[in-house]
């Protein structure tokens, strides 16, 4: 299906910064007082939803926003070390070239992802939303579509995760699913998904194919 819209999520879909948030994770776990994961347990990892790793390690509600702020921070002073996902750049360009419109929702920080994307990708994207809560995309999707005047049906987020599922369904959008993200793509496809991207590449076939 040709979409009018593509929405990104950015970590573990646009940029791959899961071997950083591996590396970081028990030192802002040390910070805010949850449990510590095995680096070497991440395969077994990538399998659980946001709420089961939450649970998993303690880490409540209320102080998850303290852990994502602490994360963005960590990031910000390492941006330089985290590359977009190769073809990554080459896709975006191809769908901007479409008339596709772009756009962005992410729970990282507006810095972060505009300096990972870099000034030309950025120009390209025509609505950033960024720094909510995993768990409260749907309503800046529905934002996105507002502003953008794109009906939801023609509409697509791309993402790596089970809450990016969810929030698709709530916001009323298709949900493609990447194979290259932080969650494995079973875990996906038990959250739910329309479409399944193997390769960055293959977000091509959002302009048609």
């Not at 910070?31 to 089961?52: A, E, L, N, T, W």
């Not at 720094?131 to 800046?140: E, V």
Request: charged residues 20%.
């Amino acid at each position: 299906m040709t979409y009018r819209l593509a929405i990104f999520d950015f970590d573990g879909t646009l940029a791959d910064s899961f071997p950083f948030f591996i590396s970081v994770f028990n030192t802002i776990a040390d910070r805010h007082s949850f449990k510590r994961i095995d680096p070497s347990q991440v395969d077994q990892y990538r399998h659980y939803g946001m709420r089961q790793m939450m649970q998993l390690v303690g880490l409540p509600a209320w102080k998850l926003p303290q852990a994502s702020r602490s994360f963005m921070a960590m990031m910000r002073d390492n941006a330089d070390a985290i590359p977009l996902f190769d073809g990554v750049s080459d896709a975006l360009r191809h769908l901007a070239a479409q008339e596709v419109r772009l756009a962005v929702v992410s729970s990282n920080s507006a810095q972060n992802v505009h300096r990972i994307l870099g000034p030309d990708l950025t120009r390209l994207v025509g609505r950033f939303e960024c720094g909510m809560s995993i768990f409260g995309k749907a309503s800046r999707i529905r934002a996105v579509l507002k502003d953008r005047g794109v009906a939801a049906e023609h509409a697509i987020y791309v993402g790596d995760q089970g809450t990016d599922a969810e929030a698709s369904r709530k916001a009323g959008v298709a949900f493609g699913a990447v194979h290259w993200g932080y969650a494995a793509i079973e875990a996906l496809r038990t959250a739910g998904c329309d479409d399944e991207f193997t390769t960055p590449h293959d977000l091509r076939r959002i302009a048609g194919s």
